[in-house]
């Protein structure tokens, strides 16, 4: 069975959260843009709630998620897509 979520981020972007409850992991979609994360769909759902309707930090809300998993939900940009803008210093290319 597959558990999915739609959720919109705070700058409006739309994200499908889906998990096939035979794997262990939740894919998270922005477009065709997509992250796989150790998190289950439940996790992802509330943490979803406490950062977009307690306004909570996106650090405090997914703890769980690492800085790169978190940018994507905040900007829908991918880890790849980041590393290809800005080198490790953070300054753009």
């Known amino acids: 069975m597959t558990f999915t979520v739609l959720r919109k981020n705070k700058m409006g ?3 499908k959260i889906s998990q096939d409850n035979t ?3 939740t894919t998270i979609w922005q477009g065709r843009r997509s992250i796989q994360v150790k998190a289950d769909v439940g996790q ?3 943490g ?3 950062w977009f309707h307690e306004d909570k930090l996106a650090q405090d809300a997914f703890p769980f998620l690492n800085h790169a998993e978190r940018e ?3 900007s829908g940009i991918t880890p790849d897509e980041w590393n290809e803008m800005f080198n490790s210093n953070g300054d753009m290319k």
């Open 72 to 74: 994507f939900l905040i």
């Open 44 to 46: 992802i759902n509330r």
């Open 13 to 15: 972007l739309d994200y």
């Open 48 to 50: 979803w709630y406490a």
């Open 23 to 25: 794997q262990d992991f």
